[in-house]
């Protein structure tokens, strides 16, 4: 009998895991891996993507969509450092991903070889678990704890494998260990939760704000929210927790939230944080009664002062919560906030109907709205565009996933190639600004390659436009935001896939119903105003006088205002 190659070893234990594809690029320091999991193609199926960092984020978009490790592997030297990039994306968004990272021989270590860079150093920073595998017998162990920990710590796994080593045999010295990860339900403290419960009772206006952590507790969410009559605020990582036309759904926060949010959070009595630990604080109210839960205790307290700290599954804690608290009579706070939300959605509307050419990104929301499933995947880019997803986007059953915490331009695309590979019986669409889109659409051809019927809409303004509005709000002329585009929609027929070129509002709707009936890659650019700014819910005083420079200064340097005398 034929003793197994720990390369053998290797994808046979990914297949135990559960790993049913990887994404990379083939080379001569993994070509060792490549070998055996070419054989296992029937059970591990290898995604060849144009560029490692594409293979990364979408890794990490798997994960993000499915709860399920994503895989990346990459050549030692330049194919590993191009996969930073999606690795980081992983870590801040805290999604278990393993890469699988080539190295030079064993022999060769330190010898200044040929792509020889010390990964170790390279990834520690990016990884919970970050190892160079050092025999054959050990890679078995090495991997199953890998995985395990990016599973147990929600973050990325690096194994480092120089090239001799899944070439030789796997003896029986080899140590064997367990393919799967334990699981727990983790209630907070009982007098954690009476002193939440205290505090709910005696407040009046309550509001939740709800993030990544309540996805998957749409039903127990909106109980606990009619109970104590609280409006419920999305984090843009909790977008789709629950219905953004909901009754008791304010939308975002921030400067892609809305006005009724902001307003809600400056007159509340109690903050309850539930499964987030939100960045932007500057959003949340002062002085004013918090509870915190998270799974994490960590992120308790980390960016904002709380009262009451939950460390705990949200579920479970909002469950007793629910069957603990006072039910609330008194529903004046949450039908104020209702109002506003109404007046807001008016008002979206209007920007929606806009009929003006260039076509404005709402009105581009809307068509999208109008042709997207229920169940729809929605991998956004960053900039301008998230802030017309989050806005004008309602969520109702779709997932949607962006890159949150480290919005990184690019991301878009690799996670529509994701998303397909996750739900190929769904739709799944890709909404990529053109800076954005730029970065990552040499994989465009990877969807036409796996026949991955996805739809890439490109708003094209020719510019970067968020860092534009940027600039205008400091006060400073606009630099450096122009771009160069070529015709989106003839790449995507170059490409192997079908175009569509949308300059006008009747040109629209029709190329949005053509492009899902289509069972091939397809890429709608649509021409939108680069003046269109994502201006935020409330306007602080600072961002009016910044922008009130800025028109100044371009006024003062087209000659259209005079400088006055000495």
């Known amino acids: 009998m034929l003793k197994q190659t720990a390369g053998e070893k290797l994808i046979e234990l ?29 059970k591990i199926k290898f995604i060849q993507v144009r560029h490692e960092e594409a293979g990364a984020l979408a890794a990490a978009a798997y994960a993000k969509l499915t709860g399920k490790m994503g895989v990346c592997t990459a050549i030692a030297g330049p194919g590993a450092i191009h996969l930073l990039n999606g690795l980081y994306d992983a870590k801040l968004d805290r999604v278990p991903v393993l ?60 194994l480092t494998i ?97 006005k009724a949010a902001y307003e809600g959070m400056q007159e509340t009595d109690l903050l309850l944080m539930i499964g987030t630990s939100y960045p932007f604080i500057g959003f949340l109210p002062d002085q004013v009664k918090t509870i915190q839960i998270d799974i994490d205790p960590y992120q308790i307290g980390k960016r904002y002062p709380v009262d009451v700290g939950l460390a705990g599954e949200a ?39 806009e009929e003006s050419v260039p076509l404005k990104p709402q009105r581009v929301m809307r068509a999208l709205q109008s042709v997207a499933a229920e169940d729809a995947i929605l991998s956004t880019d960053v900039g301008n565009v998230t802030v017309w997803v989050a806005r004008h986007f309602h969520m109702a059953r779709q997932k949607f996933i962006t890159s ?26 890709a909404i990529c600004g053109d800076g954005g889109f730029g970065m990552t659409m040499n994989d465009f051809v990877t969807a036409v390659k796996y026949q991955l019927p996805i739809v ?77 700014a994502p201006i935020p819910g409330n306007i602080t005083f600072a961002q009016a006088v910044g922008y009130t420079k800025h028109m100044l200064k371009v006024l003062f340097e087209e000659g259209r205002i005079d400088l006055p005398p000495l």
């Not at 200044?112 to 990834?123: A, G, H, I, M, P």
């Not at 070439?167 to 939760?193: H, N």
């Not at 590979?421 to 799944?428: E, G, I, L, R, T």
Request: proline share 5%.
């Open 14 to 42: 990914l297949v135990e895991w559960g790993v049913d594809h990887i994404y990379g690029m083939p080379g001569d320091s993994i070509n060792s891996i490549i070998e055996p999991l070419r054989k296992a193609q029937d």
């Open 99 to 158: 890469a699988l990272a080539g190295q030079v021989e064993t022999d060769l270590f330190g010898t200044d070889s040929f792509q020889e860079v010390n990964l170790e150093r390279l990834f520690d920073d990016v990884a919970v678990y970050n190892q160079r595998v050092m025999s054959a017998e050990q890679l078995p162990s090495v991997v199953n704890q890998a995985i395990r920990t990016a599973y147990a710590k929600k973050g990325v796994s690096v």
């Open 162 to 258: 120089p090239d001799d080593i899944p070439k030789f045999e796997v003896g029986r010295e080899a140590r064997v260990t367990s393919s799967f990860v334990a699981k727990q339900e983790i209630l907070p403290l009982k007098e954690d939760l009476q002193k939440a419960k205290e505090l709910i009772n005696a407040a009046k206006r309550p509001i939740i704000l709800a993030g990544k952590g309540t996805h998957g507790l749409r039903d127990t969410l909106l109980d606990f929210a009619e109970k104590i009559a609280a409006p419920i605020v999305l984090t843009l990582p909790g977008k789709g927790a629950v219905p953004d036309k909901h009754p008791y759904c304010l939308g975002g926060l921030g400067l892609l939230g809305t």
């Open 315 to 353: 579920g479970l804690a909002v469950q007793w919560l629910m069957g603990n608290v006072q039910e609330k009579a008194n529903r004046d706070f949450l039908e104020k906030c209702q109002e506003r939300m109404n007046k807001w959605w008016s008002r979206l509307e209007k920007q929606e109907e």
């Open 404 to 429: 949150s915490w480290l919005a990184t331009l690019g991301c878009g695309l690799p996670g529509a190639i994701a998303g397909k590979m996750a739900f190929p019986d769904k739709q799944v669409f």
């Open 456 to 532: 890439v809409v490109v708003l094209n303004n020719h510019k970067i436009a968020m860092i534009k509005f940027e600039q205008e709000v400091m006060g400073n002329i606009e630099f450096g935001t122009d771009l160069q585009n070529p015709n989106f929609a003839k790449y995507a027929e170059a490409c192997g896939g079908i175009g569509y070129r949308v300059e006008r509002p009747d040109e629209l709707l029709p190329a949005f119903q053509d492009a899902v009936r289509q069972n091939q890659p397809c890429i709608i650019d649509v021409v939108v105003d680069a003046d269109e």
